[in-house]
């Protein structure tokens, strides 16, 4: 499977090899680290010359996305408690939709990843590098960790929020706040939909599943927990 890339400097694109059992028994938490360790083992390194942590953040969220919608559709659907009257109820909504709602921006990628803000301020889009670094530095809050690393000229002058408000502006990511309204007593309330934790949750929900399946194949045909896992779900 194709999956283009677009913010990602001097990469239009990435190719996928299916799922298969042994990643996805990898999979405990839902962070940066276990995307990033699911995308290592599905990027085909044959015809994609980018490494899984190079994947600019915005690009990465899309790919989990096309990595969603091939195993399950492209609807999302989960039930949340109301803050108000702790009623559960539905939420759904198309990931097709809101991903055209939350297009990239229309700068051209620099061939070196770098860009100009403002006279003496330039920063590039953030990485799964970057974010790992991030959350590895000691005493300093990850955000700004992040915005330390991604900053390439201009930090003592550049103010609060501008650069974090332009790359929201220029690379989107699927981790966003969305309106949802109780059906029992008509609360309007903030849901948050965070792409990289949905997929991955759903698929460390189905381990019983798999290791079901595991039985199975092994009870019916004999053959290896190794030969087994190297299976893709088809």
Same mark, same amino acid.
């Given at each position: 499977?194709?999956?283009?890339?677009?913010?990602?400097?001097?990469?239009?694109?990435?190719?996928?090899?299916?799922?298969?059992?042994?990643? $996805?028994?990898?999979?405990?938490? *839902?962070?940066?680290?276990?995307?990033?360790?699911?995308?290592?083992?599905?990027?085909?390194?044959?015809?994609?010359?980018?490494?899984?942590?190079?994947?600019?953040?915005?690009?990465?969220?899309?790919?989990?996305?096309?990595?969603?919608? !091939?195993?399950?559709?492209?609807?999302?659907?989960?039930?949340?408690?109301?803050?108000?009257?702790? !009623?559960?109820?539905?939420?759904?909504?198309?990931?097709? *939709?809101?991903?055209?709602?939350?297009? #990239?921006?229309?700068?051209?990628?620099? !061939?070196?990843?770098?860009? =100009?803000?403002?006279?003496?301020?330039?920063?590039? /889009?953030?990485?799964?590098?970057?974010?790992?670094?991030?959350?590895?530095?000691?005493?300093?809050?990850?955000?700004?960790?992040?915005?330390?690393?991604?900053?390439?000229?201009?930090?003592?002058?550049? =103010? #609060?929020?501008?650069? $974090?408000?332009?790359?929201?502006? /220029?690379?989107?990511?699927?981790?966003?706040?969305?309106?949802?309204?109780?059906?029992?007593?008509?609360?309007?309330?903030?849901?948050?939909?965070?792409?990289?934790?949905?997929?991955?949750?759903?698929?460390?929900?189905?381990?019983?599943?798999?290791?079901?399946?595991?039985? *199975?194949?092994?009870?019916?045909?004999?053959?290896?927990?190794? $030969?087994?896992?190297?299976?893709?779900?088809?």
């Amino acid at each position: 499977m194709f999956v283009p890339l677009y913010l990602t400097p001097r990469c239009t694109g990435i190719y996928l090899h299916p799922i298969r059992g042994n990643a $996805e028994m990898q999979i405990e938490k *839902t962070d940066t680290e276990t995307a990033l360790q699911l995308l290592i083992s599905m990027i085909d390194k044959n015809t994609s010359a980018i490494s899984a942590s190079s994947i600019v953040s915005a690009d990465r969220d899309r790919v989990l996305a096309m990595i969603y919608s !091939e195993l399950y559709g492209s609807r999302i659907e989960s039930t949340i408690c109301c803050k108000q009257c702790s !009623e559960k109820f539905d939420v759904d909504f198309s990931l097709t *939709t809101l991903l055209a709602q939350l297009q #990239p921006g229309k700068t051209p990628v620099p !061939e070196n990843g770098i860009y =100009e803000l403002a006279e003496g301020v330039a920063y590039r /889009l953030p990485t799964g590098k970057d974010e790992m670094m991030a959350l590895s530095a000691e005493g300093i809050d990850p955000v700004q960790a992040l915005l330390n690393e991604c900053l390439v000229a201009g930090s003592e002058i550049v =103010e #609060p929020g501008v650069v $974090e408000a332009q790359m929201a502006k /220029l690379a989107p990511v699927l981790n966003l706040e969305m309106e949802a309204v109780c059906p029992e007593c008509g609360k309007e309330q903030q849901v948050r939909f965070d792409m990289q934790s949905f997929l991955l949750l759903r698929l460390k929900k189905e381990r019983p599943r798999l290791i079901y399946e595991i039985h *199975t194949i092994a009870h019916c045909y004999h053959w290896s927990h190794e $030969e087994i896992l190297q299976l893709t779900r088809a």
